[in-house]
């Protein structure tokens, strides 16, 4: 491996780990600010939870290797407080998307690139978590697509979102996938502000 394969696989690094785990922040908030606002929410809403939460059920069956037999994760009943905390932040997204339950999550996101260019919040997450998924299972073989990324930004808009984990890289060394984690990062930032913004007024 010559220098600059090494320095590459450095930056990729660094961005992966500041993605994976700014994306759990991101995910903790929104989760949660789901929770708050389902709690006083329309029943036609609620109905429709229930019914998406009956659905998942297959996913907590098991088999006990001990018992030989197939086992249930927990017990579910019914409850008028429910807070639907099994549903993924996959479906939470799709849902609020289509219902548009949780009023702080129902923005747009401006282009850090483009003037008058904005991109619909629930759509960003959706591609967050592409991205997330690529990077927890396909790691030897990413092939960034479309539907993994927010907007490619040039190096030249990168280079306006230094942080201090990235203050001493030399950009003009990027390859595509760091390009396109780089521009992944600063939206996830950008919508980590926004929300918190939104959520604190």
């Known amino acids: 491996m010559d220098v600059k394969e090494h320095i590459i ?28 606002f389902i709690s006083i929410t329309e029943h036609r809403h609620k109905s429709k939870l229930y019914f998406m939460y009956g659905c998942t059920v297959g996913n907590e069956i098991f088999y006990d290797i001990d018992r030989e037999c197939l086992s249930l ?10 807070m639907f905390k099994s549903l993924k ?27 008058s260019l904005e991109f619909p919040f629930h759509d960003c997450i959706l591609k967050f978590i592409s991205m997330r998924n690529k990077l927890a299972h396909e790691l030897d073989k990413i092939n960034f697509k479309d ?18 984990w990235s203050e001493d890289w ?3 060394r990027f390859d595509n996938d760091c390009i396109l984690l780089y521009s992944n990062l600063i939206y996830l930032f950008v919508v980590l502000d926004t929300i918190n913004k939104n959520l604190s007024e």
């Open 9 to 36: 696989l450095q930056y990729k690094s660094v961005l992966m780990v500041q993605f994976i785990s700014n994306f759990a922040k991101l995910e903790k908030i929104i989760i949660r600010s789901f929770q708050d």
């Open 73 to 82: 994760n927990s017990v579910r009943k019914y409850d008028d407080n429910e």
């Open 89 to 115: 932040l996959n479906k939470v997204i799709k849902f609020d998307k289509k219902e548009h339950v949780v009023s702080p999550l129902n923005i747009n996101i401006a282009s850090v690139q483009k003037t």
């Open 147 to 164: 539907s993994d990324i927010i907007e490619t930004l040039s190096i030249e808009t990168i280079k306006k979102f230094m942080y201090e």
């Open 170 to 172: 030399d950009f003009n």
